[in-house]
């Protein structure tokens, strides 16, 4: 089974940029699309966004569409979210994961791991 590291989370103020990592060992994360998600305090696990096993096509969800940009190495097994132009509600705990498509979203198929946090403040 794929095991997940999640990196490069921390502290900035609104309007700055992070880019978090996303380690895969074990198990075959190339032949997987992947995702991001985040969880802020007191809400559901919500989807940020995916990319195929090819890379060839990447997927957001409407609050980040324009201000995050995912991305892959298959050959190094990572995966990174660049997250420019920060906001607020931002802040949350972000999770990578495989995933496949179903008709009306991207559902995470491995463990979560740790997560990294990332805080904006405004």
């Known amino acids: 089974q794929v095991q997940l590291v999640e990196s490069g989370g921390g502290l900035v103020q609104a309007g700055g940029s992070l880019r978090l990592s996303c380690t895969a060992s074990?198990?075959?994360?190339?032949?997987?699309?992947m995702g991001w998600f985040r969880q802020a305090p007191g809400k559901e696990r919500e989807f940020v966004a995916s990319?195929?096993?090819?890379?060839?096509?990447?997927y957001y969800a409407d609050s980040v569409k324009g201000r995050f940009t995912i991305s892959r190495d298959k050959a190094k097994s990572t995966g990174a979210l660049q997250m420019n132009s920060l906001k607020s509600e931002d802040t949350a705990v972000y999770y990578c994961?495989?995933?496949?498509?179903?008709?009306?979203?991207?559902?995470?198929?491995?463990?979560w791991g740790q997560g990294t946090q990332v805080t904006v403040a405004s």
């Open positions: 074990g198990g075959t994360f190339s032949s997987y699309a």
């Open positions: 990319i195929t096993w090819s890379g060839g096509s990447t």
């Open positions: 994961n495989t995933v496949i498509a179903t008709t009306r979203e991207w559902v995470a198929l491995g463990s």
